[in-house]
């Protein structure tokens, strides 16, 4: 073997594994962290339900035991409640700090989240609703089984069931046992508060006000309850229809009906009584929708409250937070496991098996300045505007079969997505045969399409190398992440699911997605964007990475800033989002808040998929392992109907 050839080997496999053992550091002390530094024991349960129709199931949760809370010694505890298309380990940050504070937390995987075996189609919806069973079910979460709703089966979402599996710990206070939710679990925590009476306090994180304090016969009827209300929440029943949520505390339906008094209330000050269950506070945090649940501000004021409430026992300041430290740690080992796919890539190539299907860059065809930017100005163009309305019309109004496509945010990308890919194909098309394209003789070796000049078929076999290779590649990434998963019981995410490992079900729905996030990365982040808008070399191969990397993002996530800014500038500024000024507050939905976790992804893997372009010569591994990573990313962790 020629000596360089080893020695780039050597290197490769060395940056490989430096990498590997990074990501396992990062998560071995996030891990170490939630425990409490030892202090707290960390154990996945599964409690036993029956469904609707008489199947036997079960719950999956995360239990965090202080060590201290015995059966001798037994001590509060915190039901935890995630939000929509999130699992109980975005509930971790509140159940580790709970821990710290002697208090027993139990996180669980609703309905259709996380590893719950329970579709959330076993919350139930409203019949009177139209369209798909998806729609009625996305627009039915604000019901609530006391609301006398035909169609609602479970609007606690399991929430109840766990109540009960909790309080009959024999080391938990069953009367003093919390609940706290964010965004859709807070309707399951009222709905859980409801039916459980024994509550002692909740904390609702985004949520709707409930009310009134007492019912006829004077009775509290959901115990010590703190509201945790964003300043710029995307959701406008969430904000109670205003345009902004500054003035929420002057409404009759805030000081009264959920607060229990005569006039306007003051933000972040307590009224009522804990003894007898009436206190109410309005905490209102500079802060997004899904920032809520990793507010600092909010956690200390949601700690304090609680602690109270169950009457806790600790010596820890409510600001004395550590949550933010784990979170860190659990992105950097994800940005770090996601970049080790590049050493990867190069091991591979060394050897000899897979050296075929690397060929030098194709140097023939560059595109012009202009050409490039005229591209690159219609794909951002046309990704801004179908966004918000086709991810809202896959999410829930179009008809996929609902026994089939069962993923509800993969549905609005696969659409919006499919859609981009079909107009890039049709006027790739007529470039090539007709246009700029066939002026310039442009081959399919110059798009990085053909392996040979002069090929004008498909090489299967250098084809299915690649497909092994990606399949080599991805397989890395999962075996590090369910191994920690197995024996850290966390994965490789940052605050939100990323990379989550598959139930048989999600992989199935992964295998299903596959194809259709591969026409789009095959299409518009292979052949039009390294193929018929190629870049010339900047310099050295670092160089030339790095500048590919910055114009690649700005074609690919372009459309998806100018989004975001039409959303949220005017809210920052004090107007409401760009899309209730224009009275459409149906595109305000999770599609708006989702930017937050499609932007980044798409960063990190399009950095990938350059490197991968830059090392075969082809479009095919990059966009293999970058569609195969966002269906995992999506299905592995999004709500499953």
Not at 293 to 310: F, I, K, N, P, Y
Not at 368 to 382: C, D, F, T
Request: aromatic fraction near 12%; glycine fraction near 10%; charge should be positive.
């Amino acid at each position: 073997m020629d000596k360089a050839l080893k020695a780039a080997r050597r290197r490769y496999g060395l940056a490989f594994l430096a990498c590997i053992a990074a990501a396992a550091a990062a998560l071995a002390v996030a891990a170490y962290l939630e425990s409490g530094f030892g202090s707290v024991e960390v154990a996945k349960v599964r409690i036993p339900i029956t469904t609707s129709d008489g199947a036997s199931a079960y719950i999956p949760g995360k239990l965090y035991r202080p060590l201290s809370a015995r059966s001798a010694t037994p001590a509060p505890a915190v039901l935890a409640l995630h939000g929509y298309q999130n699992d109980k380990d975005t509930s971790a940050a509140y159940a580790m700090e709970l821990a710290r504070r002697g208090i027993v937390a139990l996180t669980i995987d609703q309905f259709g989240h996380g590893a719950n075996p329970v579709g959330l189609r076993e919350r139930g919806y409203d019949e009177a609703k139209g369209g798909p069973a998806r729609f009625k079910l996305f627009m039915s979460f604000s019901r609530l089984n006391g609301d006398g709703v035909p169609g609602i089966v479970d609007s606690s979402m399991g929430a109840s069931r766990a109540f009960r599996w909790l309080a009959g710990l024999e080391f938990v206070r069953a009367d003093r046992i919390g609940l706290t939710g964010h965004s859709m679990g807070t309707w399951s925590a009222v709905t859980a508060a409801l039916e459980n009476p024994t509550h002692a306090a909740v904390v609702l994180q985004c949520g709707e006000a409930y009310g009134p304090v007492r019912d006829e016969a004077g009775a509290v009827r959901l115990k010590n309850v703190l509201m945790l209300q964003a300043r710029f929440e995307e959701f406008d029943y969430f904000r109670d229809y205003a345009l902004t949520t500054g003035a929420l505390n002057q409404t009759e339906k805030r000081y009264k009906t959920f607060a229990g008094q005569d006039g306007p209330i003051e933000w972040n000050r307590t009224y009522g009584d804990f003894a007898d269950g009436s206190a109410r506070r309005m905490e209102l945090l500079e802060t997004v929708h899904r920032g809520v649940t990793h507010s600092g501000a909010g956690m200390s004021a949601a700690m304090d409250w609680l602690v109270r409430a169950l009457r806790a026992d600790t010596g820890l300041d409510s600001r004395d937070l550590v949550f933010l430290a784990r979170e860190l740690l659990l992105g950097a080992g994800l940005v770090i496991a996601a970049l080790s796919l590049m050493p990867l890539c190069s091991l591979l190539l060394s050897t000899r098996f897979f050296a075929s299907v690397a060929r030098p860059l194709p140097g023939r065809y560059v595109a012009s300045r202009a050409s490039w930017r005229k591209n690159a100005a219609i794909s951002v163009a046309l990704s801004a505007l179908l966004y918000p309305f086709l991810t809202q019309l896959g999410h829930g109004l179009f008809p996929y079969p609902d026994g089939v496509f069962k993923t509800l945010m993969a549905g609005g990308l696969i659409l919006w997505l499919d859609a981009l890919a079909v107009i890039a194909f049709l006027t790739f098309i007529r470039w090539y045969r007709k246009g700029e394209g066939r002026r310039l003789g442009v081959t399919l070796y110059d798009l990085g399409v053909s392996f040979a000049e002069g090929e004008t078929g498909i090489d299967w076999a250098a084809i299915g190398k690649i497909v092994l290779m990606a399949i080599i590649m991805f397989s890395s990434l999962y075996a590090l992440n369910a191994l920690s998963y197995a024996v850290l019981s966390t994965d490789l995410r940052f605050i939100w699911p990323f990379l989550r490992p598959f139930t048989p079900g999600r992989f199935l729905q992964f295998l299903l997605y596959l194809p259709f996030f591969l026409a789009f990365f095959l299409m518009n982040g292979g052949v039009r964007l390294f193929g018929q808008m190629r870049l010339p070399e900047a310099g050295g191969p670092a160089r030339t990475q790095w500048v590919w990397w910055a114009k690649n993002v700005t074609v690919m996530l372009g459309g998806l800033v100018i989004v975001a800014v039409f959303e949220y500038a005017p809210f920052f500024l004090g107007f409401g989002t760009g899309w209730a000024l224009l009275g459409l507050s149906l595109f305000d939905g999770p599609f708006m808040s989702a930017l937050v976790l499609i932007i980044p992804q798409f960063f990190v893997l399009f950095f990938v998929a350059t490197y991968c372009f830059r090392k075969t010569g082809t479009v095919y591994l990059g966009s293999l392992v970058t569609a195969m990573m966002v269906a995992w990313i999506t299905c592995g962790g999004a709500a499953y109907f």
